[in-house]
């Protein structure tokens, strides 16, 4: 009897060795999702997630690899753990929405390593009812003091049969693809936000949020459906990250909704970030602006000086008379500063960012601006020659600050990973990736610098967005994604289905300055933008940004008055925000109430496919009367050819209670102005 009790133990002493035992558990406010913490034979860490009783998330492990010592995977225990439960409003200066709440329930959970080196982690998870978001903290300590962190063993098993929305990570092009609709077990190596739909109905999408003094994460598919954590590489340094203790990840956050549009109405990523450092920040003005750069995607004018140079006093000036005749606060101009001239394509050593050329008087053009009530937007394209280009940082800003320039785009033109670091003057030149630790920080510290002088920051090419802008909310909009430029000179342009994945993907990480109101419809060449015009002007409600362009030409918009109007009063601030309807790659419609004012706006778009769409008003102030101003595709609108021009607009009145039949052409849209009456 006891020789076969010994085969037994021996057959099944793997299976108990590595049995998976659950240490801790944390549940969101209504109960629907837990996380289960757990510790395998090995001592390994790892969580799953469950929603209603189902599983979500599978068994993950979580960990580092260290290039300075062992690393931290194996041989924990459970030191200790405590939960604490939060409820709290918090005001958004500008935003989506005025009043966001922040309600979650926390644990922390301290793990020690049982052998001799004692070190320690805790793992912090924030469960929402819209999902959860989880850390790494490092307290200071003795055998853990410097981390070279290589990569972060960090791993997302989604248990049920999925279809993943995304974009390639770590290729040439850095945020700017269109995205793949594939089984997530074809995914590769992807940025983030991406997007999921299980075939059973339920939506996900994972990303980070806070992400400071860190690389980004990409998620890189191991096998089946189980997607592990890949730091962007170190470049210059040798680990992505270095950091010494104590300090935080970045969150992991993964947002769960019954519907597309819970991902989107989901203030997860806001709130997994600090509260606002800055203060009053009322000096940053949500607005729209108009500029000179549209002209030079069409090939029509240049960066560079000479014949073609768009960038000069009298054209700038015509585009100052533009914006203040129509409402717009801002112009922006490319190409005003010495730079441009010969070969600057990720070679922006000849850039100066504290002198304009001869034919741009900045001195009398700010002055012009400021008398008409607008104000000139600066632009700081640095050709990936980062170092340069801060260097003159702190001159570049003193001289915006002088002239009344209160919002800056920045630029880093390069192919990924070829961002140019030199850390002392005459030194070597090493190359960094657009979403490692050093541009993470470099990012940031433009940020702050421009803070100190009230002036607000809309990178292009940029590190992503993970909800900084509610720490700085400076920080206020950002490009990280394919935008209208590709409309063009892309080849293809971008397809009736990118923005509504847009809203689906990139949009679910905070606002994009996607330049829309091509209102023409005609890229370089006569290239075809596949949209109608009115899917132009839904674009301002459905890509949300603080900061919105009217990206085509004055002589453009002269032709098309009718549907320019809507440009002119759609705002840029909002005191709520509703998803009416929606599904990823299909269409989408969104409504907005106007902050400080009774109006709601509405925009819808749909894909190559038309369709119709209900749509209840229930949004609208119940026991008011509003005006409906309804821009939407004429009879027989289409995304080519000259059916994109069919173009209607109507007015009816309509309350609460209404439910209207929104025709949408396919790659069309239809966008709406509710006027409250009196």
């Not at 441009?340 to 394509?345: H, L, N, T």
């Amino acid at each position: 009897m006891k020789s076969k009790l010994f085969t037994l133990l021996l057959l099944f002493s793997p299976l108990l060795a590595h049995a998976d035992e659950d240490v801790a558990h944390a549940s969101s406010p209504d109960g629907r999702i837990t996380v289960t913490l757990d510790l395998n034979g090995e001592g390994r860490v790892g969580y799953k997630v469950s929603r209603d009783g189902k599983p979500v998330i599978g068994d993950s492990r979580m960990g580092f690899l260290l290039r300075n010592g062992e690393e931290l995977l194996r041989n924990f225990k459970l030191e200790s753990q405590t939960a604490r439960s939060v409820d709290e409003t918090w005001d958004q200066p500008w935003g989506e929405r005025l009043h966001t709440r922040n309600h979650y329930n926390e644990l922390v959970a301290t793990f020690v390593e049982t052998g001799r080196g004692k070190r320690k982690f805790d793992v912090v998870f924030r469960v929402f009812d819209d999902g959860l978001g989880f850390r790494y903290s490092f307290p200071k300590q003795p055998n853990l003091g410097r981390m070279e962190i290589v990569d972060e063993v960090t791993e997302f098993d989604i248990v049920r049969t999925a279809t993943a929305l995304w974009e390639p990570a770590g290729e040439w092009n850095r945020y700017e693809y269109l995205y793949n609709k594939t089984p997530l077990n074809q995914l590769s190596q992807a940025h983030t936000p991406m997007t999921m739909k299980t075939d059973d109905g339920l939506y996900l999408s994972i990303h980070e949020a806070a992400l400071v003094d860190y690389a980004s994460m990409w998620l890189r598919r191991v096998d089946g459906q189980r997607l592990k954590a890949r730091l962007a590489p170190g470049g210059t340094q040798p680990a992505s990250v270095i950091r010494e203790t104590p300090f935080a990840t970045p969150w992991r956050t993964i947002e769960i909704a019954d519907r597309a549009g819970g991902l989107v109405e989901s203030s997860l990523i806001l709130n997994l970030n600090d509260p606002n450092v800055l203060g009053d920040v009322s000096w940053f003005k949500p607005s729209k602006y108009v500029g000179v750069w549209w002209s030079m995607h069409l090939d029509q004018q240049s960066w560079a000086t000479g014949p073609k140079h768009a960038a000069t006093t009298d054209n700038t000036r015509r585009y100052i008379d533009f914006a203040a005749a129509n409402g717009f606060r801002g112009v922006l101009v490319e190409g005003w500063n010495p730079g441009w001239d010969g070969d600057w394509f990720a070679n922006g050593w000849n850039f100066d960012f504290t002198k304009a050329t001869p034919d741009f008087d900045i001195e009398a053009l700010s002055k012009y601006a400021a008398a008409k009530g607008v104000h000139l937007i600066g632009h700081h394209e640095n050709g990936c020659a980062v170092s340069h280009y801060m260097s003159q940082l702190d001159a570049a800003l003193d001289l915006d600050q002088r002239l009344g320039i209160d919002q800056v785009k920045t630029g880093h033109v390069c192919d990924a990973g070829q961002i140019e670091r030199q850390d002392v003057a005459n030194g070597p030149v090493t190359r960094e990736w657009h979403d490692g630790q050093w541009m993470s920080n470099v990012h940031l510290q433009v940020v702050k610098e421009a803070a100190k002088r009230h002036i607000a920051i809309n990178p292009h090419e940029p590190i992503k967005d993970t909800g900084l802008r509610r720490t700085y909310p400076n920080w206020i909009s950002r490009e990280g994604a394919r935008g209208m430029e590709y409309n063009a000179w892309g080849s293809p342009p971008n397809p009736p289905e990118h923005e509504i994945n847009l809203v689906f993907t990139r949009m679910l990480a905070g606002p994009m300055d996607y330049t829309p109101g091509v209102l023409s419809l005609t890229g370089r060449g006569g290239q075809e933008i596949q949209s109608t015009i009115a899917r132009q002007l839904a674009l301002y409600v459905t890509i949300y940004s603080p900061i919105q362009m009217a990206a085509d030409l004055p002589e453009h918009y002269a032709q098309h008055m009718d549907a320019f109007q809507f440009i002119r009063d759609v705002p840029t601030d909002w005191q709520d925000t509703r998803m009416v309807n929606g599904e990823i790659g299909e269409y989408v419609t969104i409504a907005r109430k106007a902050r400080g004012s009774d109006d709601w706006y509405l925009g819808s778009m749909s894909d190559r496919n038309a369709r119709t769409l209900k749509v209840p008003l229930s949004f609208l102030d119940a026991g008011k009367k509003y005006r409906a101003e309804i821009y939407r595709d004429g009879a027989g609108a289409d995304w080519h050819g000259a059916a994109r021009f069919k173009f209607a607009k109507e007015t009816r009145t309509v309350t609460a209670k209404d439910v209207l039949d929104l025709w949408l052409a396919g790659g069309g849209g239809a966008a709406i102005r509710f006027v409250a009456l009196k």
